[in-house]
């Protein structure tokens, strides 16, 4: 029994199959979850007012950061699996 959390932002074309009697028979349930499944209104601010009094170590988490200018470079990196976490600084 158990749940399988899908939490990869896969391409609209991307498949896999699944054997319904597995899950059916392993009592499993299957769930998507699109950034921790949160609710930006109420979390964004939190963890902002979390990081200004020190409380998120977000420095721990960040793998680069990148200029304005090199954004287009960020996302490449996400995507080709060079970083985790990128912040774009805005100056």
């Known amino acids: ?3 399988i959390i899908f939490v990869a932002a896969p391409s609209p074309a991307d498949y896999t199959p699944i054997s319904f009697y597995s899950i059916m028979s392993g009592e499993k349930a299957l ?3 699109v950034f921790g499944s949160g609710n ?3 979390d964004i601010p939190k963890y902002v007012e979390l990081c200004l ?3 998120l170590p977000v420095d721990r988490i960040v793998t680069r950061y990148y200029p304005l200018d090199e954004i287009n470079r960020g ?3 996400l995507t080709g699996g060079e ?3 990128g912040v774009i600084v805005f100056d």
């Open 1 to 3: 029994a158990g749940v």
């Open 31 to 33: 769930k998507g979850s």
């Open 40 to 42: 930006a209104r109420l």
């Open 53 to 55: 009094a020190g409380e």
């Open 75 to 77: 996302f490449g990196d």
């Open 83 to 85: 970083i985790i976490k």
